[in-house]
Each structure stands twice: as C-alpha cells, then as structure tokens.
C-alpha cells in the first residue's frame, strides 16, 4: 500500500551503510575481497535487511556499485545470521547461495534468477532442516547441469560442455516447507515426482506450468489453503480435483488472454462447483477467462439499487450462494468486471480506477505482461480523467519504472 510516510530509521541506516561498507561495517582483504569487520555481530533482521536492501538496490540504482564477494559476508552464522531473503534476476549466481549455504533460512525467494544451475539445487539441500517457504519463480535454469559430451576430443574443443536436465531431484527431507512456488518451471521436470515428498503443504504455485493430470493434488486435500494454476491450461478433470481441496481460502486459476490458445471456457456449473464445494474461499482470480454460458442475472435485475457487496444480491448468479462476501475477486480483462453488484471488498478488473489499481497492486510482482496492460489503463485514466487516488497511482507507477529499470540491468 502505497504512503507518504517518511523512511525509517533502519531503511536510512541500511542504505547508507550498503553504500559505505568499506567505511562502515567492513574492510578489504588484499584489496579485493570484502571482509566483515571481526568483533561485529548482526542478528537476522538486520542481515535480512541488508541483503535484500541490496538485490534492490543493484536492480533499481544505476549508479550503485555491486560487491563480487557481498554474499560471502554472511557466510559465518556466529556473526551473521540470515532468515528471510529475497534475491532476484542476475544479481544472485550459484556462487552466492553457496557462500550462504550454513545459514538457517526460514524463507528463500528466488525470482527469475536465471544465472542458478543445478548447483544450486545442491545448495538447498543444506536449507532443507528449516525452510518453510520457498519460491523458485522463473529460475529457468536451475534445473540443468553442465555435462561434458560424448565424442572425439575435437568435438570437445568446439562443444567443451552441454546443458543436461537434472530429473532426479526431489524434496526429500524438505520436512518443514509448507509454502512453494514453482512458477514457469521448466518443462521435462516431473512435478509429481519432485513435490510427493513433501508431507503438508499449504501453498502451492505451479503459474505457467501444464500438467494434463493433477490428481496428485489431492494429497494436500487437508492442508493446501492456497493454489496458483495461472496461464495452465485447464480441463474438467482439473475442475474436478480442485473441487476436492475443501480447505483452499486463496485459487487462482486467472490466465494472460494474450499469451496463448486456451480450450477451456468458465461455465456457470464451474464457478457453481467452487462455491458450493470450497466453502472456506475468500479470494478467487478468474481474470482472463471467457464465459461459454451466461453467467449473469438479467440486466434489468442486475441495475437494480444500489451498488452492493452483499452475495445475495451478486450480478453473478453462481455467487448468491457465497456465505460472505470474497475479500478479493481477480476480474481483470474479463466482462464479469463491469457488472453492478460483485460480491467482493476488493477487485481487480478494468472498470475503473479502484479496480485497475487493485489489479497493478496484485499482479506487479509476477506477472508485469498484464500489469504493464493495468498501467497502461491507468494512464488513459489520468489522461480522460482526474485520479482520484494520486498516491496509489503513483506508487503503482513507481514499481513498474522499477521492473523497466530491472531489464536495462
């Protein structure tokens, strides 16, 4: 949520700090590699800070200077200690998770950082005791491993190495990880197999994955809250193991309109099926889908009284048998948003400037091919229009500037 408060403390400190290491916390060792200063400690929120403080610098200051060995200051857990990080895009190669390998993280995040290789998978082996989340979102490569080829040594001259899928990896003895993201995981990888021994998940991410068959699903009926299918193509046998996951509080089955061909239409029986059978659901995202029957009240009925919130009045008919209304309803580039009466305190969608902002504040972090589509919605807004909500607009214009700024680096 975008605010006009000033920065703390703590922010100020750590930037200035990152940009000062040598003068602050650490010192140069022959003249190249840095070295924490030896009667320094950092407990984890400190460390957490400054590292992810750093992956945003490096990706949003041009004129920030990078540290080769930074990684390598947070190598000894009696000095340092690391919980909760979040490393993104070609600042964090296999060398870096590999200096940080004895820390005992609770949560890693990986965003498109496509420099990791299948050495990295190695690497987190040794955070397997204590990980509870874990995203490898776009980490396209980390899957495949150098193999020198077959053949003459003439062809090794010209061919020294090959790329080679890793297929038997798993997450054996990951006891703890209740929270995953796999989000654009590489094809050829057998998903199944990967994720069967993890015995309790919560959440899951498989956006931009296709999996004909997702009857493993079910072996999370009673723990998974929250599923991310976004851009998989579905079919009714998908439907059908969903319907099963009675716990989920958060689906996600929402698609980019653009990217490809899909088969499977939302019918009113579908959306019917969720309802009545995920009971538990407060937020559901179906933006991008088109509708093969009617799943709306007569208009006349529809433009009836005030606008309202509440399910039994929901100009989407299938939504009267919600118990509440949804905390969040994903709409984004479908019809549904432009209706009346939508059953939800918070929508994304291209109706107006609430909506339009709701869907750049949900969709920023993994999907910049529809926010950038939101954003573009929003100019047109502030061009016909007056915003209402400056603040907010500019925020949201703000991280996108920073994903642009990110594709320079």
Known sequence: MA????????????????????????YLLDNETLRLHPDIFLPSEICDKL??????????????????????????????????????????????LEAIRKQDLIELYLTNCEKLTAKSLQTL???????????????????YEEENP???????????????????FTFEGFSRLRILNLGRLIEGVNVETLLRPLASLAAL????????????????????????LYNMDLSEEHIQVIAQLRKLRHLDISRDHLSSYYKFKLTRRVLNLFVENLVNLTSLDI??????????????????????????????APFRGLKRPLQFLGLFETSLCRLTHIPAYKVSGD?????????????????????????????????????SQLLRALQASKSLQEFAASLWH
């Open 3 to 26: 605010s006009d408060s000033p920065e703390s403390l703590m922010t100020l400190c750590t930037d200035y700090c990152l940009r000062n290491l040598e003068g602050t916390l650490c």
């Open 125 to 143: 082996v040794s955070f397997s005791h204590t990980l509870i989340s874990l995203s490898l979102f776009g980490c396209c490569n980390i899957f």
């Open 51 to 96: 590292v992810n403080e750093y992956v945003e610098l490096v990706k949003t200051d041009s004129i920030f200077e990078p540290h080769e060995s930074f990684f390598t200051l947070f190598s000894d857990p009696r000095s340092t200690r690391l919980a909760r990080i979040h490393l993104r895009e070609h600042i964090v190669q296999d060398q870096d």
């Open 287 to 316: 933006s991008g889908h088109t509708m093969l029957e009617n799943c709306t009240i007569p208009s006349m009925e529809e433009k009836m009284g005030q606008t309202s919130i509440e399910p039994a009045k929901s100009s989407i």
């Open 150 to 168: 077959g053949g003459c040594e003439d062809d090794c001259l010209v061919n020294p190495t090959r790329q080679v899928l890793v297929k038997d």
């Open 351 to 387: 109706k107006n400037e609430e909506q339009v902002l709701n869907a750049i504040e949900a969709y920023t972090e993994h999907r910049p091919e529809i926010t950038s589509r939101a954003i573009n919605l929003l100019f047109d807004i502030a061009r016909i229009e007056r915003c």
């Open 205 to 228: 991410d498989l956006s931009g994955i296709q999996l004909n068959d997702v009857g493993f699903l079910t072996q999370w009926k009673d723990s998974l809250v929250s599923l991310v």
